[in-house]
């Protein structure tokens, strides 16, 4: 596959700089998004291939716009939306919520 998920090797990227003791997670959030996602691929079927396979269908520019975990998070919203289990409707009422303070 290339696409803009397969960037190993390509230059004019910069060097990728190590931060030392760097946090698994930056923001509590991500923890979560993580949390989330191995907890569904107990109750669905949701392999790591699929996971894969849905991060690399994100559109490149959001793809090379977002952090790690935010693609983490469009995946599981995604899968969350594709399964039934909740609609784009209600993720996208709950994101309001959480920008107005309700959360």
Known sequence: MNGIHDMGGMDGFG???????????????????FA??????????????????MREQINPITYLKTSYYEQWLIVLERQLAETGLVSRGEIAARMTDLSEGDG
């Open 15 to 33: 060097p990728i700089r190590r931060v030392p003791n760097e946090p698994v997670f930056h923001e509590p959030w991500e923890g979560r998004v």
């Open 36 to 53: 989330l996602i191995v907890a569904m691929g107990r109750k669905m079927p949701f392999s790591v291939d699929q996971f894969r396979y």
